[in-house]
Every structure is written in structure tokens, then in C-alpha cells.
């Protein structure tokens, strides 16, 4: 690499390749590995009967052919209904299993409540090392490192300030996730100065994706990451 290069970059796959599959399900987490990304994200809620599911929603209105809260529904309810494409709302078990060994995993902690049973989860597929947990709220993943100091967190903000840095710092946070279009060359240097990861989410066109990276972020996460993962193929 030359002194003018800019660092590689990683490719996160937001909810599997949100905007070529449906999003948060096997089909999509499959096609974003097979694209060669280095992570994929995923976020997690709990059924009436307290099973983790993969959903970015608390309801299942818009990405499945049902209606209502996840919390009021079974998961043998949420288990019936079609996710797109026959799809079915997967389990965190089934996603780290696809994930395993192959790109580390994103784990949003979207629903309230999650923080314990994810955990124990990741914990009972040995999977605490391919597994970062995160969250724009705060307090959950503050949650998480006490249950273990050596669980890797993240913290969400869509538009970082200072204060925001210095909190994920103190949080223990490896790193921090920042609505792309909000983004500037100063915040990512202090986030990079602080020590944290910047990665920023979620610039799905090409010319998005490659103003993150002059930027100099060290991740992009994206709903296309056919596009970006087919840019930096050619670059090599």
C-alpha cells in the first residue's frame, strides 16, 4: 500500500443484503457470505414465550405477511408467517450457526429485555469471540460487559458528538457504528484517535460507499453489499 492509499476497509452485510433479499433472514445472511463480506448484522427480539428472533421491527407489519408485536406473539406464531420469498423469521441459533467460522456477527440488541438470553445463547454455541453485541441503547450493552468484560460491544449513534465518543470509551466499546449521511472527516479522526472502530451505516450506492471510505472509516456497513464488495474486488 502506498503512503496515499487508504486503509482496507470491512464490509458488513446490514440484515443479511437488506436491499437484494429479504432482509434479517437465512436466504439474505447466506448471499451476503457467499459475497465474501467480513461481517454480517443482525437484530434480535423475544416472542411472548421469550425465543429469540430475528427481526428489525418490534412488530412484523412490514417485512412479513403478518400482523402485531413480536412480545404479544408466540414464536411458533412468528415461526408461520412467510418473511418474503417463503422465507421464515430465523432464530439467533440458526444465524450463528450460518455465521460460524465464517465472518463475525453484528448482533443488535433491538428489543428490550434481550440482553441476558442473547448472551446465553452466543455463550451456549461458544460463539462469544465471532460475536459483537450492540445497540443505540447504552445501557444495554453496558449490561452485557458486566455480565463478562471480555464480551466485545459496540455502541450506535446516528449522529456521534464528543461526549459520544468518549462514552462508548468508557463503555468499553471496540468501536462505534454512525449513520453514514451524518458523518464527517473530523468525527471519524476523534473516534480513530479515541481508539474505537468507526464504521458507518448504511450508504447503499456506489459513490455513497466510496465517500465513506475516502473518509477514512474502517467499516461500511450496507443493504447492498454486492456493490461495494464488487468495487473493492476490482480495486485489488
Not at 447466506?30 to 463480506?37: M, S, W
Not at 452466543?122 to 471480555?150: C, N, P, W, Y
Request: include cysteine; charged fraction near 25%; proline fraction near 3%.
Amino acid at each position: 500500500m502506498n503512503k496515499d492509499s487508504k486503509p482496507a476497509i470491512y464490509v458488513v452485510g446490514h440484515r443479511g443484503a437488506a436491499a437484494v433479499c429479504p432482509e434479517n433472514t437465512l436466504q439474505g445472511f447466506r448471499y451476503a457470505i457467499d459475497l465474501g463480506v467480513d461481517y454480517v448484522e443482525c437484530d434480535v427480539h423475544l416472542t411472548f414465550d421469550n425465543c429469540l428472533v430475528v427481526m428489525h421491527d418490534a412488530n412484523v407489519d412490514r417485512t412479513t405477511n403478518g400482523i402485531g408485536a413480536i412480545r404479544g406473539m408466540t414464536f411458533d406464531t412468528v415461526r408461520a408467517l412467510d418473511a418474503g420469498e417463503g422465507e421464515q423469521v430465523p432464530t439467533l441459533d440458526e444465524v450463528l450457526e450460518i455465521t460460524r467460522d465464517k465472518v463475525h456477527l453484528l448482533c443488535e440488541l433491538k428489543g428490550e429485555d434481550t440482553e441476558q438470553a442473547t448472551v446465553e445463547t452466543v455463550l451456549a454455541h461458544q460463539m462469544a469471540a465471532q460475536v459483537t453485541f450492540t445497540s443505540f441503547h447504552t445501557e444495554r450493552i453496558k449490561r452485557v460487559k458486566k455480565m463478562d468484560d471480555g464480551f466485545q460491544i459496540g455502541a450506535i449513534f446516528r449522529n456521534p458528538q464528543e461526549d459520544d465518543i468518549q462514552l462508548a470509551v468508557d463503555l468499553g466499546a471496540s468501536g462505534i457504528g454512525a449513520n453514514y449521511k451524518l458523518l464527517c472527516f473530523q468525527m471519524v479522526e476523534q473516534a480513530r484517535d479515541a481508539g474505537l472502530d468507526i464504521r458507518a451505516w448504511n450508504p447503499d450506492t456506489l459513490p455513497e460507499q466510496q465517500a465513506m471510505i475516502a473518509l477514512g472509516v474502517n467499516g461500511v456497513s450496507t443493504n447492498r453489499p454486492d456493490i461495494l464488495m464488487g468495487y473493492l474486488q476490482n480495486e485489488k
